[in-house]
Structure formats: C-alpha cells, structure tokens
C-alpha cells in the first residue's frame, strides 16, 4: 500500500512556464516533506523541503506548497528551465520506529521541459 | 569531499551468488541508509544505521545483510542472488536522522541476477 503517491508519472510543460508537480499521502504521521529530483544514472538530489507546521516554503524558483487536511503537496517551479527535466521525487518522513527510519518515496514524475 | 560514494556502479550476478555493495561516505554523518528502486517505482528502504555497530531493518530487508564498523563504510551483502533483487540500489548519509536532515545520495550501483 503506497502511502505516498504520484499519480502523474510524467509532465510536459513550455520552457518558461510553469512546471506543478503534486503528490498526496496517507499517513498522518508524516510531519516533514521533501522533494528530490534525480538525473539519469545519478543519484537524488535534496531540493526543498517543509515541515507540516507550515503551509509553504520558497527557494529561488522552487516553491513546495502544503495541505495538511487534504494530505496534499505539490511543487512548483517558476520558470521552468530546459535543466529542469529531470524525475521528481515526493518523499515524506515522520516519528515512525524512533524517528530514525529513512524517507518514504512516492513513484516519481518525470518532468519535461520544451523548448 | 567526494560525498557518497558506491562501487560497482554494475553488475550481473548468476542466481545463487553473493556480493556486497560497497559504500563509503566522507562527510562524517551519523546516519547511513540503503535503498532500492525497482523499475518505475520510488526508493525504498532496506537498511539503516544510526552510528558504527548500529544496525536496523527498513522496508524491504529480506535478503540482505548490513554492518556499519565505522562512521564512513556502510556495506551491503547480498547472499543467495535472486531474480527479485534486480534493482538500483542506493547509499544515501545524513547528518542527523528523522528523516528532516538532507540524505545525500550516491551514484547508485545497478544490479542485475539472471
């Protein structure tokens, strides 16, 4: 059972505009999000993140947004840049087993960004 | 500072066979992790460790095996290779646990059992 989910697998969007990638989850005791975006035949690599005691946190282009009473997030990046393709990564962590567990991943959307 | 790094980056293993995937981090962090990430799926964890001589089950250990005798090596050992192991597998560090420290990740090591 996924407890977190994204459901697009992939996304296109114009260079320039702007890329938003969403991502929702099941476990309520999730207390911190963070997104990571993964090149091919590299490892992820740490974007941003938000703690659940907030709604939104802004980094340069990159915006994650959150809605705790939906269990939903979502990331936007304005404006999408042509290396801004690349797979998304939502993942989630929470005071599970003492804290020290790993993140949880969603499956990931793979974001396209045309000329 | 290289960050994490992992060898081999591949390698094709007969059903049966062992191996152990080499990690080593430079960065002096605590927390040491070991994922998986099965075509078109997230990563999930199979193995974590908290500090040298710390151990602990993720998600998916079955199968493997892991030991942690200092801060920077986090081997991962795969004893009877089997089919459903094919995957990428990833080291990741972080500086504290919880999961609200960065995880820096390695290159991956892709693995193939036929």
């Known amino acids: 059972d996924q407890q977190v989910k994204q459901n697009s697998p992939s996304l296109s969007v114009q260079e320039g505009r702007i890329s938003i990638l969403n991502c929702d989850y099941t476990n309520s005791m999730f207390d911190y999000f963070l997104w990571y975006k993964k090149y091919p035949a590299e490892g992820p690599t740490f974007l941003i993140s938000i703690s659940s005691i907030k709604d939104k946190n802004e980094d340069g282009r990159f915006t994650v947004f959150l809605n705790k009473s939906a269990k939903h997030l979502s990331l936007h990046i304005v404006p999408s840049q042509p290396g801004d393709s690349a797979v998304y990564f939502c993942a989630a962590s929470g005071i599970i087993g003492g804290g020290a567990d790993g993140l949880t991943f969603g499956k990931g959307t793979h974001l396209i960004i045309q000329p | 500072n290289a960050g994490v790094t992992q060898t081999p980056k591949f390698r094709i293993l007969k059903i049966g066979q062992s191996m152990t995937l080499q990690c080593t981090q430079d960065m002096n962090h605590n927390y040491m992790y070991w994922y998986r990430q099965d075509p078109g799926m997230g990563l999930k964890l199979i193995y974590y460790s908290v500090g040298a001589g710390i151990t602990d089950k993720g998600e998916v250990p079955n199968g493997y095996n892991v030991s942690r005798s200092t801060t920077e090596d986090f081997p991962l050992r795969l004893e009877l290779a089997a089919p459903s192991q094919t995957s990428v597998y990833f080291c990741?560090?972080?500086?504290?646990?919880?999961?609200?420290?960065?995880?820096?990740f390695g290159p991956g090591t892709r693995l193939t059992v036929l």
């Open positions: 990741a560090s972080s500086r504290t646990g919880g999961g609200t420290d960065t995880q820096y």
